[in-house]
């Protein structure tokens, strides 16, 4: 829990330019929030437009799903964000892709951040990590079926994961009913961890 370390990892972050040097059209500085207390860790995938614009994770429509998600487990927004970590695979805004959507970070890209995460892990310590979204899913679990990963709580390194499904109006995933019993079995489960973890 040294907050000196990481304010001095968060500048860095801020000044980091790596992916436009590699070429990459990246639109905003880095984007992430959080103590070193903080005893969970959200990992999404990249900002998005909105975000670029409040510099603050997940305050876009996909960010007001999540949270309405994490309030059904009884994490309340305001107090969440004060008190818990949130970044992401890469942590600047990517721009976007050739369909009307944001752009994916390449692999690269995902190489050329992971650095940053490593160390938010090393400062932050959380005893639990949620996953939001294929790419920060596969980056810590592995590649699987989100049928398989989602409502199950994984230990992996004397951490736990519970991986949550990209919360975008994009994911056409949310909408079929299994992956809402998904949703909801995962939400519970995570319910249950505030509980037995103290979070
Ligand atoms: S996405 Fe990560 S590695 Fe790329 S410029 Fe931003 S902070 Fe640096």
């Known amino acids: 829990m040294d907050e000196a370390s990481l304010a001095k990892l968060h500048e860095e972050m801020r000044h980091c330019r790596r992916c436009l040097k590699a070429g990459y059209p990246i639109t905003s500085g880095a984007i992430f929030s959080g103590p070193a207390t903080a005893t969970v860790m959200v990992v999404g995938q990249a900002p998005g437009v909105r975000e670029k614009e409040t510099g603050l994770p997940f305050s876009g429509p996909a960010g007001k799903r999540l949270f309405s998600w994490l309030a059904k487990a009884g994490f309340e ?111 519970g489960r995570l319910r249950q961890l505030k509980k037995e973890m103290a979070l």
């Open 77 to 187: 927004e305001e107090e969440f964000r004060a008190m818990q970590y949130i970044t992401a695979i890469t942590r600047c805004y990517p721009g976007k892709g050739r369909s009307r959507g944001d752009r994916v970070p390449t692999a690269e890209e995902r190489k050329l951040c992971a650095p940053f995460l490593v160390c938010e892990l090393d400062l932050v310590q959380p005893g639990l990590i949620i996953p939001v979204g294929r790419v920060a899913i596969d980056h810590f679990l592995g590649r699987g079926k989100l049928a398989d990963l989602i409502g199950v709580v994984f230990e992996k390194d004397g951490r736990l994961f519970l991986p949550l499904p990209h919360p975008s109006g994009a994911n056409l995933w949310l909408n079929r009913p299994k992956s809402q019993a998904l949703i909801r079995a995962a939400l």
